[in-house]
């Protein structure tokens, strides 16, 4: 299964304002597992960046000026990201710029059938905690020291981790009852069981009389002669 690791950096926090998308990054995973297809580029958002957009990700107006615009990389975009599930954190604000861009354009937008909320999945498994990229990095022990500004491409490696940890893949829980082992030296793969948990069994009273007489019979006193 092909999924993609999706973020945006804006000019703004709404499209209603007009703002639009000044950076794209995709990473593409196959089966939870990184393959090494990305997809990276800053664009031209033909508007200024706002004062609050630039403390957040860090791009002037002049870095931008010389970057494609949008109508320039979405062909590549919507090619990389075809027939493949999106994984977006908070994902109707990515999505809502993306299917803003693609309207201006008379594109079709992406349809969030195919995108899955990563706040959506982390909410659900830890309802009422702090469930931000940085929260959940801390939760997980995940490195997210270079995230000093909030870049697409940095923010995707984090979502990466984030998202597998979400979906247990990484640390796959523990069966005490019937715990499986590997053994390496096997080279046709094949797993052996061991059973850790131990059911004790209680002997009766009478077979506790039993025993007590057996102890005391010739053969047990010839066996200690």
């Known amino acids: ?105 008379n594109k079709k937008a992406i349809d969030k059938k195919d995108v899955v909320d990563t706040l959506e999945i982390a909410r659900l498994k830890y309802p009422g905690a702090q469930n931000s990229l940085d929260a959940l990095c801390k939760r997980f022990n995940i490195d997210n020291s270079k995230r000093e500004k909030h870049t697409a491409l940095i923010d995707c490696d984090l979502l990466k981790e984030i998202y597998i940890n979400l979906l247990d893949q990484k640390a796959p829980k523990l069966n005490l009852e019937n715990v499986e082992i590997i053994d390496s030296n096997l080279e046709d793969g094949i797993s052996k069981k061991n059973n850790i948990s131990r059911k004790i069994i209680k002997p009766t009273s009478n077979e506790i009389l039993l025993h007590k007489k057996y102890l005391k019979s010739d053969l047990q006193k010839n066996y200690y002669d």
Do not use: W
């Open 1 to 105: 299964m092909l999924e993609v690791i999706l973020d945006t950096e804006t000019t703004g926090l709404s499209t209603a304002e007009k703002h639009k998308i000044v950076e794209i990054g995709c990473i593409e995973l196959k089966n939870q597992i990184p393959t090494n297809k990305k997809f990276h580029v800053y664009i031209n958002p033909e508007r200024p960046v706002s004062d609050e957009a630039y403390k957040v990700h860090g791009y002037t107006d002049k870095f931008l000026s010389d970057k494609k615009k949008f109508s320039e990389i979405v062909e590549d975009f919507l090619s990389f990201i075809k027939n493949k599930k999106i994984i977006i954190h908070n994902a109707p604000f990515d999505l809502s710029f993306l299917n803003y861009e693609l309207k201006l354009i």
